[in-house]
C-alpha cells in the first residue's frame, strides 16, 4: 500500500520560518522525482520545487526561489521543505507528490 505523508504546516507570521516534511513508502522513493506541489485558497494548484531521486538536482518555482530549500533523505523515504522569509502569498495546504501518488497535504496558513 501507497502512503504520503505530509506534516509541520502551521501558522506562520510574515519573515517567518516553516520546515515541511513528507515521509512516503510502498514504492521505491529514490527513482523518483518528488514535488512540492501547493494550493491557496481559491486557486488551483501551484508547482513548487522538485528534487531528482539519484542526482539530489533541485528545481523551484520563480515565486520561491531564494527562499525555499527542497531536500531529500532516500534512507528515509523523506523529502523536506525548509521554507524562510515566508510572506503572505504563500500560505496554501502544501502537498508532496511524484505526480502518480499525493499526501493529504499540510496546512501553511499566514497569522496576520
Known amino acids: 500500500e501507497v502512503q504520503v505523508v505530509e506534516s509541520g504546516g502551521d501558522l506562520v507570521q510574515p519573515g517567518g520560518s516553516l520546515r515541511l516534511s513528507c515521509v512516503a513508502s510502498?514504492?521505491?522513493?529514490?527513482?523518483?522525482?518528488m514535488n512540492w506541489v501547493r494550493q491557496a485558497p481559491g486557486k488551483g494548484l501551484e508547482w513548487v520545487s522538485g528534487?531528482?531521486?539519484?542526482?539530489?538536482?533541485?528545481t523551484y518555482a520563480d515565486s520561491v526561489k531564494g527562499r525555499f530549500t527542497i531536500s531529500r533523505d532516500n534512507a528515509k523515504n523523506t523529502i523536506f521543505l525548509q521554507m524562510d522569509s515566508l510572506n503572505a502569498e504563500d500560505g496554501a495546504v502544501y502537498y508532496c507528490?511524484?505526480?502518480?501518488?499525493w499526501g493529504q497535504g499540510t496546512q501553511v496558513t499566514d497569522a496576520r
Open positions: 507528490t511524484d505526480w502518480r501518488y
Open positions: 510502498g514504492f521505491i522513493f529514490r527513482s523518483y522525482v
Open positions: 528534487i531528482y531521486g539519484g542526482s539530489g538536482v533541485t
